[in-house]
């Protein structure tokens, strides 16, 4: 009833550490795909130097904030139908609408 009434519900210490640890874990999961397929699609397999060239440079930068913004799409798209569902609202997995 309290959520009715008083807001939504209090969650005890153990239920706030397992959310806080699904969050990382979806985190380091988005964290490892952006790497993978971005060093695929951005990093030839025959190294030539030890340093990233300028063409590397701009293709990781590009790939990784595409991989943001469609983040933000999916994470916004997702709290639009949860609310629309009368659920609490989606997950943002970089934790804002910004990307550093």
Known sequence: MSFLFGG????????????A???LEMVSDMFNRLVHSCTKKCIPDDYRESDLNKGESVCLDRCVSK???VNVKVSEKMQEV???RGGAGGMNFGGGGAAA
């Open 82 to 84: 949860s609310g629309s």
């Open 8 to 19: 939504p519900p209090k969650l005890s210490s153990d239920e706030k550490i397992a959310a």
């Open 21 to 23: 640890e699904l969050e």
């Open 67 to 69: 991989m943001f913004e």
